[in-house]
């Protein structure tokens, strides 16, 4: 079945390295992919989205673009900063018992150390 | 604006207590979701309705019940609470289910069963 698999964690990185998160997924078609973040605290938010092939999506100087020849939606960016410490999720949108509802990966922790 | 808002932020119970979450929002949204967050499971679904009268299914649905009281208020019941139902809860809310709209999250509910 539809099914989405993200580079396990923890991730610790110093600040202004450059981040890569993995996601991959199994699905009919070609779903809508998101990224959403979950700061300590706090619930999830949405991070950036791609709805179609080749799309790129990128907010706070983060980005992600859909390949559908891989089936991949990789987190990047270049220089990260102590305030992106936080749990990131991807999640495409799949389908399951007759809908379609985001399925989450399960959550890749990074820390940024100065 | 306050968005998701969710009660009680903790809640610790015994098993075969009862409990309601309480969940609303204040953005028009026409679907509301429950998730549950285990440490490395990511969020899976529990129950959503999709519109005002409805509700539906997720992934893990077994122990819990729903009520859409109207169009912003979604609350999710323990009947008899078990330790395998210690978890943090999230409430989320979206314009259209199964659609690319952004979905925003409560902070969480953190409930422990002994």
């Known amino acids: 079945g539809d099914s989405v698999t993200q580079m396990e964690g923890p991730v610790t990185l110093s600040e202004e390295a450059f981040l890569t998160i993995n996601c991959t997924y199994t699905?009919?078609?070609?779903?809508?992919l998101f990224w959403y973040v979950q700061y300590p605290g706090e619930g999830l938010q949405l991070l950036l989205k791609a709805t179609k092939a080749d799309d790129k999506g990128s907010n706070k100087g983060f980005e992600a673009t859909y390949r559908k020849e891989t089936t991949s939606f990789h987190l990047e960016k270049g220089s990260v900063q102590v305030s992106d410490s936080a749990v990131y999720f991807c999640?495409?949108?799949?389908?399951?018992?007759?809908?379609?509802?985001?399925?989450f990966g399960k959550g890749t922790k990074l820390s940024v150390i100065p | 604006n306050a968005g998701v808002t969710q009660t009680p932020k903790f809640q610790v119970l015994k098993t075969g207590q009862s409990m309601t979450l309480q969940c609303a929002q204040d953005m028009n949204h026409n679907s509301m979701y429950w998730y549950r967050q285990d440490p490395g499971m990511g969020l899976r679904l529990i129950y959503y309705s999709a519109s005002e009268g409805t509700t539906d299914k997720g992934e893990v649905p077994n122990g819990y019940n729903v009520s859409r009281l109207n169009k912003r208020e979604f609350s999710l019941r323990l009947e008899s609470a078990a330790p395998s139902q210690t978890s943090v809860y999230f409430c989320?809310?979206?314009?259209?289910?199964?659609?690319?709209?952004?979905?925003?999250f409560g902070p969480g509910t953190r409930l422990t069963v002994l």
């Open positions: 699905a009919t078609g070609y779903p809508s």
């Open positions: 999640a495409p949108l799949l389908s399951g018992a007759g809908s379609y509802q985001l399925t």
């Open positions: 989320a809310s979206s314009e259209l289910a199964g659609s690319t709209d952004t979905q925003y």
